[in-house]
C-alpha cells in the first residue's frame, strides 16, 4: 500500500514544483500549500503512475525541465 508520493520538477538547479502526496491522510502539499483530497484524486494519481517508466533518461540541454518521482510504501510485518 502507498504511504507517501514525492514529486519534483525542476530546471536546471531550480525547483519549479515540489508536491508531497500523503496517502493514509489525504492530504496533497505542492509548493508548501496544503490541499484536502479525496478518493477518486488518489485512484486516477496511482494510475497515471503505473503508466509511466522507471526510467527517461536525462537531456543536456541549457533549459531542460526534469521531474522525479519518489514512491513510499507502507510495510507490513
Given at each position: 500500500m502507498i504511504d507517501m508520493i514525492e514529486i519534483n520538477i525542476s530546471n536546471g538547479i531550480l525547483t519549479q514544483i515540489n508536491a508531497l502526496v500523503l496517502y493514509q491522510k489525504k492530504i496533497y502539499y505542492i509548493?508548501?500549500?496544503k490541499y484536502l483530497i479525496d478518493?477518486?484524486?488518489?485512484?486516477?494519481l496511482t494510475d497515471i503512475l503505473y503508466t509511466f517508466k522507471n526510467e527517461y533518461g536525462t537531456s543536456?540541454?541549457?533549459d531542460v525541465e526534469e521531474f522525479?518521482?519518489?514512491v513510499h510504501l507502507l510495510m507490513s510485518i
Open positions: 509548493n508548501n500549500k478518493d477518486l484524486f488518489l485512484k486516477q543536456q540541454g541549457i522525479t518521482i519518489n
